[in-house]
């Protein structure tokens, strides 16, 4: 298989994960069952077929360097699984826009070099994808990565909440350009929001009557530093998220809560679920999850990634329906449950359906 070229916005934790993931999946190898993955195998590309070719952040302790060394300089504090070799791969200053809030201002000093145009890096470094993991609220940067890889006929994974992948015009100019999108907002693996529907979908399949929800998180990350400056558009694709899987109207809220700076790259969330069983009698359920935040979401980053190259290497532009189902908290399309838009995406890499 060819290798598949991607290019990184946002060298953070989950670009340090997702490339650490790669290089100690190269060393376990294929067997019967591998921890921590979906697939080995998806449509013929392994994880040692991910190849990086462009990197991109604003960070002042990042740009210039190698990747390799890139994903291991603060604030990036997550857990080391793997070494990974120098990887000739140099981070590059892209225009900082609103690549910054108040808080993260107080740990990120931009680099003062001339910012490179990231259309044109795409297109000479001939990136099949560019994964989009830049801190939330970054609208502006967002968007700008979205047009540079219509530009550049580069698929888009969008890992953040920035609704790029639901909106239409972008719908509209990557159809057109036969550029793959998938997105927004990634659902990590077992994360709060995957475990939320889980619950919520086993009381609706058993006649229970959700009431009222509420999902709580927080970390010790600079995602968490930025999320409790910066969290409406996280807010949203959560809340959209857990909605969805119950077919009326119940009180619900969920997001981040609080940043704990020695809690480093652990995430931990409670959740609440209240609804009435038979007898119209009360039926709650707590739930508490802690997980290594960043390779929760780099789990299925890894997936995103090959989907995106199917669809390219089929032709297929736009919107990836099943992918951004089963893989982002808010995508164009959702279904009745996790259970269907997995089918759908296995129908989706056998080629049974175009997207």
């Known amino acids: 298989m060819p290798k598949i070229r991607i290019a990184i916005a946002g060298v953070g934790n989950c670009a340090s994960a997702l490339l650490q993931g790669l290089y100690y999946y190269r060393e376990i190898g294929e067997k019967e069952i591998i921890p921590g993955l ?38 990036n504090n997550t857990v080391k699984i793997a070494d990974v070799p120098k990887l000739g791969v140099e981070v590059m200053m892209p225009p900082v826009l609103d690549s910054l809030g108040n808080n993260l201002k107080k740990v990120i000093t931009p680099a003062e070099v001339r910012p490179v145009n990231v259309a044109d890096v795409l297109k000479e470094t001939k990136a099949d994808v560019l994964v989009n993991i830049i801190p939330t609220g970054a609208n502006e940067a967002a968007r700008y ?26 719908q509209k100019k990557a159809t057109e350009k036969k550029v793959p999108l998938i997105g927004d907002d990634v659902k990590s693996q077992v994360g709060a929001t995957a475990l939320h529907r889980a619950l919520l979908n086993l009381y609706v399949k058993r006649g229970v009557k959700v009431t009222k929800t509420y999902q709580i998180n927080f970390g010790g990350n600079a995602d968490f530093l930025n999320l409790v400056e910066r969290g409406e558009t996280k807010v949203e694709t959560k809340s959209a998220a857990i909605k969805s899987v119950v077919p009326y ?24 679920i209240e609804g009435m069983k038979y007898g119209n009698l009360p039926l709650k359920v707590w739930a508490r999850l802690e997980v290594i935040d960043s390779y929760n979401s780099a789990g299925i980053l890894i997936d995103m990634i090959r ?43 056998k080629g049974e359906i175009e997207r």
């Open 145 to 170: 990565y979205a047009s540079a890889c219509i530009e550049a006929g580069t698929a888009f994974v969008n890992g953040m909440p920035t609704l790029i992948v639901c909106d239409p015009e972008y």
């Open 38 to 75: 979906l697939y080995y195998d998806m449509a013929g590309y392994k994880p040692e077929d991910i190849e990086p070719v462009a990197a991109f952040d604003v960070d002042s302790r990042k740009v210039g360097k190698d990747l390799s060394e890139a994903i291991f300089m603060e604030p």
């Open 249 to 272: 109207e119940f009180e619900e809220w969920s997001g981040p809560t609080a940043y704990i700076p020695w809690l480093k790259d652990i995430k931990i969330a409670y959740i609440y």
């Open 307 to 349: 989907c995106a190259k199917i669809a390219k290497d089929r032709g297929i532009g736009g919107p990836l329906i099943a992918a951004s189902a089963f893989f982002a908290k808010h995508p164009p399309k959702n279904f009745s449950s996790d259970e269907e838009a997995l089918e759908q995406l296995e129908a989706f890499i």
